[in-house]
């Protein structure tokens, strides 16, 4: 954040959400950031909330769309919330908020780690290939002025790497925690600020479209995958 920036959030842990805008408000200003609780799986509760950013700050320039969640137990909402709501959240912006209010265009940054394969969680996975595919199909209509990009951070140390219970995530694939404890013994994850920071690459250069930034404890780079051959493309008016 700086002096020029407003920032909202979502997020569904109030208690969390709530010492979090504290500690923002502090340093930058309290009408600086906003906090709103809403679960993104429900397609009513965040319709809702994302009105009243656009009420409170008038419009909105850059969304960070990194929900998520690691489930494999309960399968179908991992789907709803790392998948579905995505989509909800950027057909909403498009549909309604450019062709019917005319608002300020938007610069989605999509967060997601479909680059790798994981044995543990094929729900999750697929979810974030998904992601990935969706995210460039969208942003080929750069005609509506809506720069669509995808960072893809590789094991990003949060709480889920500390989880006791890994069978409250992983289920039938929890027999494979080796996986998990040969990435810590090998320290071979990023942590929040670093993702952040490349995350501004994406977002302040407008060349940007499309793009995939990849990365991992190496480094960062740009990924190309296969492009559909000019021929085939249907024309869409």
Not at 152 to 165: A, F, R
């Amino acid at each position: 954040m700086s002096e020029f920036m407003m920032v909202a959030f979502i997020d569904v842990n109030e208690p969390l959400g709530k010492e979090l805008k504290a500690g923002l408000a502090e340093e930058y200003g309290p009408d600086t950031v906003e906090f709103y609780v809403a679960d993104v799986s429900s397609k009513e509760e965040f319709t809702g909330v994302f009105q009243k950013i656009v009420d409170r700050f008038g419009h909105i320039d850059i969304m960070y769309n990194n929900a998520g969640i690691l489930n494999e137990n309960d399968w179908e909402n991992t789907i709803a919330i790392n998948m579905v709501h995505l989509c909800v959240c950027v057909c909403m912006y498009i549909y309604i908020y450019i062709y019917i209010y005319t608002l300020y265009l938007l610069n989605f940054f999509i967060l997601s780690t479909g680059l790798w394969f994981v044995p543990t969680a094929p729900i999750y996975r697929a979810t974030k290939y998904a992601v990935v595919g969706f995210s460039r199909a969208v942003a080929m209509k750069s005609n509506l002025g809506v720069r669509i990009n995808i960072l893809c951070p590789g094991v990003v140390k949060t709480n889920l790497l500390s989880s006791p219970n890994l069978e409250d995530h992983f289920g039938q694939f929890s027999e494979l925690e080796g996986l998990k404890e040969m990435v810590l013994e090998r320290n071979d994850f990023e942590v929040p600020d670093d993702v952040a920071k490349a995350s501004l690459i994406l977002v302040t250069d407008e060349s940007k479209n499309r793009e995939i930034l990849k990365i991992d404890a190496d480094g960062m780079e740009f990924i190309s995958l296969p492009e559909p051959c000019e021929s085939s493309r249907p024309n869409i008016l």
